[in-house]
């Protein structure tokens, strides 16, 4: 399939490049690590990166692309495969349609291509994979948006995900002389109110009777320390994580703009995509997400939760 992929790429003169909204670090990575490999591989075609932004961009600014131009471009979307996680509709007008991602959902997008490996740590793994078997040369540019994915989404190669694959391709970026130190310094530097808050987090989290844990981020809470809620909910997502009594953890916050609430899910090691899936969302067997319309959906999540740890434990 990698093939396929790169035999449509070269056909095309515009190539337009997004990934789900509110990214994390490895939307971002695969994003811009494609996007700066075919730029310079391709120095004479158009290449866009397009979506929404946030705090963790530490690239570039996204692009506006004119109707026009979309309607002869090949459109590819990573790190996700269904429509809710994405920005806009613009992908419609595409003339064709790639997507690349590693979740466990199904797609509803009807692309031309879909390429999933579940498999995989992240989408910038499998962004580094497809370049590295089509021999795109990978630049520090183009290397470290992909490092930086992988890191992210592995948790530092620390989740299950990892695979020797993973290690190989995590050396071959670093052989292009990215910056670790100043890398793992951006990603990882944070504010005294930030540990602060994570501080209250650890000291106000709740249990269930099986001991999912879990913690309910209301506005005032994101008031306080003056957060987003996309990014508390991606920031406080693994803050129960390495708690040797907590096999499930689940992390909730009020979403201040649209008033649904954003659930962060996370399991040692029993499967909880399940669950997710059940409330409109998905991701991966072990970190999955939804978005509920109310603190009473997410009781009954939890709910659903403490009875997988009870089935397991029982």
């Not at 997507?99 to 879909?114: E, G, K």
């Not at 907590?246 to 399940?274: Q, Y």
């Amino acid at each position: 399939m990698d093939k396929e992929i790169f035999k449509l790429i070269k056909e095309y003169e515009s190539i337009i490049i997004a990934r789900h909204k509110a990214p994390d670090l490895d939307a971002y990575g695969s994003q811009f690590g494609l996007y700066y490999a075919l730029k310079e591989h391709f120095q004479n075609k158009k290449i866009y990166a397009v979506g929404d932004t946030n705090s963790l961009n530490q690239f570039q600014e996204l692009e506006k692309v004119d109707e026009m131009i979309i309607k002869k471009s090949l459109y590819i979307i990573t790190d996700t495969a269904v429509r809710q996680m994405l920005t806009d509709d613009s992908y419609l007008l595409a003339d064709k349609l790639i997507v690349i991602d590693h979740h466990q959902n199904d797609t509803d997008l009807s692309p031309s291509i879909y390429y999933k490996d579940t498999e995989i740590s992240s989408a910038s793994e499998l962004i580094a994979r497809f370049l590295i078997r089509n021999n795109v040369k990978i630049s520090q540019n183009a290397a470290k948006p992909l490092y930086m994915g992988i890191v992210g989404d592995t948790g530092r190669f620390l989740f299950s995900s990892v695979k020797p694959e993973t290690f190989k391709i995590a050396a071959t970026l670093l052989e292009t002389g990215i910056d670790l130190n100043s890398i793992y310094n951006s990603m990882y530097f944070e504010s005294l109110q930030s540990k602060k808050m994570k501080a209250e987090y650890l000291n106000s989290f709740l249990l269930t009777k099986n001991n999912v844990g879990y913690r309910k981020n209301e506005a005032s809470f994101l008031e306080k320390y003056q957060i987003e809620s996309k990014t508390a909910s991606r920031m406080l997502a693994n803050q129960l994580s390495g708690i040797k009594e907590i096999p499930i953890w689940a992390n909730f916050t009020v979403d201040t703009d649209s008033g649904k609430i954003l659930c962060e899910l996370r399991s040692r090691k029993i499967p909880i995509v399940d669950v997710a899936k059940k409330y409109g969302g998905g991701g991966h067997l072990l970190a999955c997400g939804a978005s509920v319309a109310s603190w009473a959906d997410c009781d009954l999540m939890l709910e659903d939760l403490d009875l997988l740890l009870e089935e397991n434990h029982g």
